[in-house]
């Protein structure tokens, strides 16, 4: 009887230990999905702000320079509480793994989004890079673009990011100034080969991936297509 009062403390004293150790990974994991209907909620937040104060849209100012699917970033502290309670759970302000942007900011503004964890990993690559004095270059694979000897950088494997159309893993390139991006030829031929398009050589492609998706092709260069094979290149300027 006393050892059956023991084993029953103990359990009183470790499901709420378990417990919460459970609730973070479940926040967690939908922290990581990209609902469309919370998507589709700052998508009425942003068009209502708009509306009220005379076309400005809530986002944050990002210079010039900054590349087009990362330049309009939504600002959550303009539009909540008053046009929505709170930023969604899955966005980065409530600690999520997305950055909410807008495309066509000039426009017709759309609501988007794309993972940070790409950014984490470019971090990383940056950071072994710097503990060398050059980027370890490998291959030319267009001007000005390269791959990198990731063996030389101490990566058993090569870094990779998840590509949010295919599911696929997309490779990392390195421009020649040591700037890294993600490489989305694939998900481009995929998408030419899935539907027709008007793009001609010299235009930047990249709009195909966004227009039937809740997802921009973050840290990307900018893409055109061969005026010969009609495939996926680099868009060279």
């Known amino acids: 009887m006393k050892k059956g009062l023991q084993l029953l403390s103990l359990l009183l004293i470790f499901i709420p230990v378990l417990t919460g150790c459970m609730y973070p990974q479940a926040k967690l994991s939908q922290n990581q999905i990209p609902y469309n209907d919370q998507i589709q909620a ?73 993972d940070l964890r790409i950014a984490e990993t470019i971090r990383e690559i940056k950071m072994r890079i710097k503990s060398q004095k050059y980027p370890p270059f490998k291959e030319q694979i267009a001007e000005h673009v390269f791959t990198l000897d990731y063996k030389k950088l101490g990566y058993k494997e090569e870094p990779v990011a998840l590509s949010p159309y295919s599911g696929q893993n997309l490779p990392f390139v390195i421009t020649g100034d040591a700037e890294l991006y993600v490489d989305y030829r694939s998900d481009l031929f995929r998408a030419f080969q899935k539907q027709e398009s008007n793009y001609e050589p010299g235009e930047d492609i990249r709009g195909i991936l966004v227009e039937d998706s809740a997802f921009v092709p973050s840290y990307s260069l900018p893409y055109t297509i061969d005026s010969t094979t009609k495939e996926p290149i680099f868009l060279v300027k």
Do not use: R, W
């Open 42 to 114: 700052v998508q009425s937040a942003v068009d209502q702000y708009q509306k009220d104060n005379g076309g400005l849209l809530p986002i944050k100012t990002k210079s010039q320079t900054t590349p087009i699917y990362q330049k309009y970033p939504v600002d959550f502290k303009k539009i909540v509480p008053t046009y929505m309670a709170d930023p969604p759970g899955n966005a980065y302000e409530s600690g999520g793994i997305f950055q909410y942007v807008l495309v066509d900011a000039e426009t017709t503004p759309k609501v988007k989004i794309f």
